[in-house]
């Protein structure tokens, strides 16, 4: 099993950075594939902004909205995974979960641990 905690939310201006922290525990933390999704508003489907493999996180991926300003990183000594978000928009503002899985998938439903969520919100 794995327990996730997210920290690092607010609120910024337009343009501004914030950095996401997604702290782990539990045994197969390590080897997860980690990802984090937003939820722009209740009910909206979650969207899977990065991700990143297990282990020594080789591999990462973007969304097409999200590449070229985010970076997702993660550091196995602290059981840590984090999303550098630089040149925020107002259209970034969303609930940010990070999540764990056996291996890479875009489908929320394959998912099966997750926090809490942080807001991030943008300011115009």
């Known amino acids: 099993q794995v327990q996730l905690v997210e920290s690092g939310g607010g609120l910024v201006q337009a343009g501004g950075s914030l950095r996401l922290s997604c702290a782990g525990s539990?045994?197969?933390?390590?080897?997860?594939?980690m990802g984090w999704f937003r939820q722009a508003a209740p009910g909206k489907e979650r969207e899977l902004v990065a991700?990143?493999?297990?282990?020594?996180?080789?591999?990462?991926s973007y969304a097409d909205s999200v590449k070229g300003r985010f970076t997702i990183s993660r550091d196995n000594v602290k059981n840590t995974v984090y999303l550098q978000m630089n040149s925020l928009k107002p259209e970034d503002t969303a609930v940010y979960y990070c999540?764990?899985?056996?291996?890479?998938?875009?489908?929320?439903?394959?998912?099966?641990?997750w926090g809490q969520g942080t807001q991030v919100t943008v300011s115009s």
């Open positions: 991700g990143i493999t297990g282990w020594s996180g080789q591999y990462t």
């Open positions: 999540a764990a899985a056996k291996v890479y998938s875009s489908d929320s439903g394959e998912y099966d641990y």
């Open positions: 539990g045994r197969t933390f390590t080897t997860s594939y």
